[in-house]
């Protein structure tokens, strides 16, 4: 599927109280009898083996297939995750006493340390509830990610803000005390179409405001660590894959327009297509999985389709080649592509290079010497020689009012039309249409008239 890390999730309690118990013994417990007879089907050694040797057995297989591993504590009570008031929530909380997190801590990067392939360790995932304090967060990160240095220093040590993972804020004002660990800390945040409630407002739109509103403000909690140079790790974002959720469907184009643009690193919610046990209910569906009920195909393979191009690497502060930018469509995981001297959506592997000086200027396709430019009002989208803006208006392009993405010509009859590609009406012709969901009260949908230019600089 083109992933190469997992973000395998861990309890404290069962490295700090449940570390002898068998994985048969465990199960037996929970009343999974019909697990314990696969596993005796499949994999009978496993149901000998104590947890803890359990799950070096799952990392060191997964190392073994080059994948590389994110150790994250998810919970210190092993339970479904996360509410308010779970117990799990804050330190202090009844089931998350931070001397026993700090045990759990130490074990776990200890026993990994000479696994080259597990490459980092979460602090804890999703801080949230009603304790949750600035200076206890500060008091108790600060000691973890000195205790998992202090144990194994060749991990990356991954770190949640407040509020669900959400809100970094209180950094502006105060950096945590972890110089001489610097290049080893990485920021994590979460992200989903419900995210504070957010749910509504994607349905009820105009998307176009919305996904201002909320890129600005993970901006102002979050992003703002990428703009100052520090490490941000998007270690949950997704959608429910059997593809019935409005709200996640127009999320989704917003959200990877956003880890494009910054080329952040990310992990999807969730690779499992089911559980053993969740909520006491005995092998229950995972919509949000990657996997169907049973493990064995793809629950929706669209949605990996458009994941493609976030697993490439967009930005390389390493390299020397000059930026360029590819014309991506977020809605359709396709990019541009120059095919016999015509504009076509295609898979972003293939994607061609481009141009722009500025907003307002002409977009150049690198190598071809020609510009994208209007014919007219429901016609494809064409290539042109002319490259400059003196006396031409059909090859100029500018971002829309009230728009991060729709690229707008405003031709000399003043009729201004935008990019428009959708995969329903054509495989892969772009349009200039007149643009939608621009104007105050106009709520039609604009997402097959989003497009992004991506800055890149990767050979």
């Not at 945040?189 to 409630?197: N, V």
């Not at 590609?421 to 104007?439: A, H, P």
Request: proline share 4%; aromatic share 10%.
């Amino acid at each position: 599927m083109g992933f190469n890390c997992v973000r395998l999730t861990w309890a404290t309690y069962m490295f700090t109280r449940y570390a002898n118990m068998t994985v048969g013994q465990s199960f037996g417990d929970l009343g999974l009898t019909e697990a314990i007879s696969g596993l005796a089907s499949n994999n009978p050694n496993l149901l000998s083996l104590n947890l803890v040797d359990a799950r070096k057995a799952v990392v060191e297989e997964i190392g073994r297939h080059g994948i590389m591993m994110v150790l994250d504590n998810h919970v210190s009570k092993p339970m479904w995750c996360c509410g308010d008031r779970d117990g799990n929530s804050f330190f202090g909380s009844v089931y998350f006493d931070p001397d026993e997190w700090l045990q759990g801590l130490a074990i776990v990067a200890n026993i990994f340390k000479d696994t080259p392939m597990v490459v980092g360790m979460s602090l804890r995932n999703e801080l949230r509830g009603p304790l949750q304090n600035v200076d206890v967060w500060y008091k108790y990160v600060e000691k973890g990610a000195k205790t998992i240095n202090s144990a194994n220093p060749n991990l990356l040590v991954i770190i949640s803000g407040l509020s669900y993972d959400l809100d970094f804020r209180f950094l502006k004002q105060r950096s945590l005390k972890l110089k001489t660990m610097k290049k080893k800390v990485v920021y994590e945040t979460h992200r989903y179409a419900f995210t504070e409630g957010q749910s509504k407002a994607w349905v009820a739109g105009p998307l176009n405001k919305v996904c201002h509103d909320i890129t600005r403000e993970m901006e102002e909690k979050e992003g703002f660590l990428v703009r100052g140079g520090n490490p941000l790790f998007v270690s949950e974002f997704g959608i429910n894959q059997m593809g019935n959720s409005e709200a996640d469907n127009r999320h989704l184009p917003c959200m990877l327009s956003y880890l494009a643009d910054l080329d952040l690193d990310w992990s999807v919610w969730a690779l499992q297509g089911s559980y053993y046990l969740r909520d006491r209910h005995h092998g229950p569906d995972e919509t949000y999985g990657m996997f169907t009920a049973n493990w064995t195909a793809l629950r929706n393979p669209n949605f990996l389709s458009k994941l493609q191009f976030l697993q490439q690497k967009l930005q390389d502060p390493k390299s020397s080649e000059p930026t360029y930018h590819i014309l991506y469509h977020p809605l359709s995981g396709r990019c541009a592509r120059v095919i016999d001297d015509q504009i076509h959506m295609s898979d972003c592997l293939g994607a061609s290079r481009c141009i722009q000086e500025a907003d307002g200027k002409p977009i150049q396709m690198i190598g071809s010497l020609k510009c994208l430019a209007v014919v007219g009002e429901d016609l494809p989208l064409t290539l042109s020689t002319i490259c400059n803006n003196d006396g031409q208006s059909n090859n100029t392009w500018s971002l829309a009012s009230n728009s991060m993405f729709q690229l707008a010509n405003r031709g000399d009859n003043g009729l201004v039309l935008c990019l428009d590609f959708d995969s329903s009406y054509s495989s892969s012709t772009i349009l200039t249409r007149k643009c939608v969901g621009l104007e105050e009260g106009d709520m039609r949908n604009p997402q097959t008239q989003w497009f992004k230019l991506i800055a890149s600089n990767t050979k």
